[in-house]
């Protein structure tokens, strides 16, 4: 009665995750041994009813008209209006100049790293994805981004000197993957994100106000750190300071 | 780039919708986490590095609808079965499937509701969306091997979930 087929041998079977020789073995054992084949066959049955058409939920047809609203529009429609400034006959270039000149001036800046940081700290704290990994242990949370990441962030832990760390989490930010670590000042959070710096330099520390939240912006070890956070910028600065002692 | 992410991203629509459908429950509920879902996919899109774009939405689905049922339902989280809170809920709306269908995918249905999230999300991606381990470890962020070994603890449960509401038919 005993088989000895491994079980996650058969499920990989079913699921066709077997190369190409393996299938061809598990099918010769599957017509000589009863118990396996009828555990393929019963699984085969609960997959032909889980696969019914019932089962499958298809997005309701104003989700997808919805969403197309939100994406944004091209940037097409601005040139004709452009145009017409340049079409604009000899004796009204030099208004046409000015005119373009404003333009430019009245365009927003684009938006600034620190910028971006502030908004996905906030997000960070309204989204409810603080943290991907949850631990106070610094030895906890480092293993946690490798494979996550193409670096290795310095991840400490400052409990003794009133920063404890609470976690970690992978985020986005000009289009590469960042580590964040959380740490905790009394009943204030700070998002610490660090990626590669270009060089190996350091810098001094940089500290910017954006809607109320702080940015502290230092260079170290091959790193680029950005803590953020509404806590008053001097125990900001401190956190800062320990990680170039 | 809008016209890029409406290539790659909105075919994918319905398997997004599907997953937190499975994930969260309620249709209403499944529209808004798409929704989110979709504006942050908006976002990192920049940082979609081509690939698989249907395992890169559904990751972003389903971090979503976690964090969804993480606020709202946090009890679905304790990984571990209530046998006891599931068979009575179970009892009770036994009565009323029986007169309601017999049908075996209806069966199905519910045995794969009462598994606890981690197992439902695993047999949904698997069996009903289609996708190979790979994906299913993009999607969950779990290695490869894990995938494996969930995927057939999933599929234990759900066999024992068959057989117990079976038996309660008798």
């Given at each position: 009665?005993?088989?000895?087929?491994?079980?996650?041998?058969?499920?990989?079977?079913?699921?066709?995750?077997?190369?190409?020789?393996?299938?061809?073995?598990?099918?010769?054992?599957?017509?000589?041994?009863?118990?396996?084949?009828?555990?393929?066959?019963?699984?085969?049955?609960?997959?032909?009813?889980?696969?019914?058409?019932?089962?499958?939920?298809?997005?309701?047809?104003?989700?997808?008209?919805?969403?197309?609203?939100?994406?944004?529009?091209?940037?097409?429609?601005?040139?004709?209006?452009?145009?017409?400034?340049?079409?604009?006959?000899?004796?009204?270039?030099?208004?046409?100049?000015?005119?373009?000149?404003?333009?430019?001036?009245?365009?927003?800046?684009?938006?600034?790293?620190?910028?971006?940081?502030?908004?996905?700290?906030?997000?960070?704290?309204?989204?409810?994805?603080?943290?991907?990994?949850?631990?106070?242990?610094?030895?906890?949370?480092?293993?946690?981004?490798?494979?996550?990441?193409?670096?290795?962030?310095?991840?400490?832990?400052?409990?003794?000197?009133?920063?404890?760390?609470?976690?970690?989490?992978?985020?986005?930010?000009?289009?590469?993957?960042?580590?964040?670590?959380?740490?905790?000042?009394?009943?204030?959070?700070?998002?610490?994100?660090?990626?590669?710096?270009?060089?190996?330099?350091?810098?001094?520390?940089?500290?910017?106000?954006?809607?109320?939240?702080?940015?502290?912006?230092?260079?170290?070890?091959?790193?680029?750190?950005?803590?953020?956070?509404?806590?008053?910028?001097?125990?900001?600065?401190?956190?800062?300071?320990l990680f170039m002692p | 780039m809008p016209e890029r992410f409406e290539q790659l991203v909105l075919p994918h629509l319905d398997a997004a919708y599907n997953l937190a459908r499975w994930l969260v429950g309620s249709p209403t509920d499944a529209q808004d986490i798409v929704q989110e879902a979709f504006l942050r996919a908006l976002r990192f899109f920049g940082g979609f590095r081509g690939g698989d774009s249907r395992a890169w939405l559904l990751k972003i689905v389903r971090n979503t609808s976690y964090s969804w049922v993480r606020k709202n339902r946090p009890a679905q989280l304790a990984d571990e079965f209530d046998e006891t809170i599931h068979s009575g809920e179970t009892a009770t709306e036994n009565a009323e499937a029986k007169l309601l269908s017999r049908a075996e995918s209806e069966r199905v249905r519910k045995a794969l509701e009462a598994l606890p999230l981690s197992f439902r999300e695993v047999l949904v991606l698997r069996e009903i969306e289609g996708l190979s381990y790979k994906e299913i470890s993009e999607v969950t962020g779990v290695a490869m091997g894990t995938v494996m070994s969930s995927l057939s603890r999933a599929r234990q449960k759900l066999r024992d979930q068959l057989g117990a509401a079976e038996e309660r038919e008798i």
């Amino acid at each position: 009665m005993d088989c000895t087929l491994h079980r996650h041998l058969l499920e990989a079977y079913l699921d066709g995750e077997l190369g190409f020789e393996r299938t061809l073995e598990v099918e010769a054992h599957l017509a000589s041994c009863h118990i396996c084949s009828s555990e393929v066959q019963s699984w085969k049955d609960i997959r032909a009813e889980m696969q019914a058409p019932e089962l499958y939920n298809r997005a309701p047809e104003e989700l997808e008209s919805k969403l197309r609203k939100l994406l944004p529009q091209g940037r097409t429609e601005r040139t004709p209006w452009f145009q017409h400034w340049i079409w604009a006959g000899g004796g009204a270039a030099f208004a046409t100049a000015v005119l373009l000149m404003s333009f430019v001036a009245m365009r927003p800046a684009p938006p600034s790293p620190e910028q971006d940081i502030v908004t996905s700290h906030v997000r960070s704290l309204m989204a409810d994805h603080l943290m991907d990994v949850v631990s106070t242990d610094q030895h906890t949370v480092k293993p946690w981004f490798d494979g996550k990441l193409d670096f290795a962030p310095p991840v400490q832990d400052f409990a003794t000197d009133g920063y404890p760390l609470a976690g970690g989490r992978l985020d986005y930010l000009e289009n590469r993957k960042v580590a964040v670590l959380i740490y905790h000042r009394a009943l204030h959070i700070i998002n610490l994100y660090i990626w590669p710096a270009q060089d190996n330099g350091s810098s001094t520390m940089r500290v910017q106000t954006i809607h109320g939240y702080n940015v502290v912006s230092w260079k170290k070890g091959g790193f680029e750190f950005r803590a953020v956070s509404d806590l008053n910028t001097a125990e900001l600065r401190d956190l800062a300071q320990l990680f170039m002692p | 780039m809008p016209e890029r992410f409406e290539q790659l991203v909105l075919p994918h629509l319905d398997a997004a919708y599907n997953l937190a459908r499975w994930l969260v429950g309620s249709p209403t509920d499944a529209q808004d986490i798409v929704q989110e879902a979709f504006l942050r996919a908006l976002r990192f899109f920049g940082g979609f590095r081509g690939g698989d774009s249907r395992a890169w939405l559904l990751k972003i689905v389903r971090n979503t609808s976690y964090s969804w049922v993480r606020k709202n339902r946090p009890a679905q989280l304790a990984d571990e079965f209530d046998e006891t809170i599931h068979s009575g809920e179970t009892a009770t709306e036994n009565a009323e499937a029986k007169l309601l269908s017999r049908a075996e995918s209806e069966r199905v249905r519910k045995a794969l509701e009462a598994l606890p999230l981690s197992f439902r999300e695993v047999l949904v991606l698997r069996e009903i969306e289609g996708l190979s381990y790979k994906e299913i470890s993009e999607v969950t962020g779990v290695a490869m091997g894990t995938v494996m070994s969930s995927l057939s603890r999933a599929r234990q449960k759900l066999r024992d979930q068959l057989g117990a509401a079976e038996e309660r038919e008798i």
